[in-house]
């Protein structure tokens, strides 16, 4: 099966910083990718899906980008927010989560 | 509007069996997955398998193959995550989400329902 690795899993920023979260597949998912937000005590929420296309009223700051196996989000201007965990998710063969990335507060 | 509802909060003890669910509304429940994620406590999310209610298409992470069932019953609308003997291990977080194709992301999820096993 697909492993799905995230970095870093963990990180400090400030609002208004620009942030970045990578994930990698270990085969390629062509752009079967997708990024997820949470917060304690909820559930998931889809931000991204097909590496790029952002989910219904999810805000502009939110990207992604990459192809293949190396995969990107990025956080244009952190939000108060946008503090989270963020996992990547691939959709090409079964599912596969990664392990998360938690944004704290600096 | 789309909305999984899941089951209420469970304790049981080791070896006890146990059966939650999830029913979907404000969408064709048949033809949409519904997909089963574990949240252990503190730790990340977990894709334990996934079923199509039309058929009862059912795939399964190889980590759960076997420790659990998934089921679906599309007359009314509510898929099924199933343990026939608990172990300590298992108390976490469930979710169940759906999406649209085997290949799509999980748009919509259900609260969550969590099982506690303890002695």
């Known amino acids: 099966d697909i492993q799905m690795t995230q970095s870093p899993s963990s990180l400090s920023a400030s609002v208004g910083d620009r942030v970045t979260i990578t994930c990698r597949a270990s085969q390629s998912i062509i752009n079967y990718l997708n990024w997820y937000q949470q917060k304690p005590g909820k559930a998931p929420r889809l931000l991204i899906y097909g590496v790029s296309i952002l989910q219904s009223g999810v805000p502009s700051r939110f990207s992604g980008s990459g192809s293949g196996t190396d995969f990107t989000l990025t956080i244009s201007s952190l939000q108060p927010e946008d503090f989270a965990t963020y996992y990547c998710?691939?959709?090409?063969?079964?599912?596969?989560f990664g392990q998360g990335t938690k944004v704290e507060i600096k | 509007e789309v909305q999984l509802v899941q089951s209420g909060a469970e304790v049981k003890k080791p070896g006890e069996s146990l059966k939650i669910s999830c029913e979907g509304s404000g969408y064709s429940f048949s033809t949409n997955w519904i997909g089963w994620v574990r949240q252990m406590p503190g730790k990340g999310l977990e894709w334990m398998g996934i079923i199509y209610p039309a058929d009862s298409d059912t795939r399964y992470s190889p980590s759960f193959q076997g420790l659990v069932t998934i089921s679906a019953d599309k007359t009314i609308n509510t898929a099924y995550l199933q343990w026939n003997r608990l172990r300590a291990s298992d108390t976490a977080m469930y979710y169940c989400?759906?999406?649209?194709?085997?290949?799509?992301?999980?748009?919509?999820w259900g609260l969550g329902t969590l099982v506690t096993v303890s002695s």
């Open positions: 998710q691939q959709s090409y063969s079964a599912r596969t």
């Open positions: 989400a759906r999406s649209d194709t085997s290949w799509s992301p999980f748009d919509y």
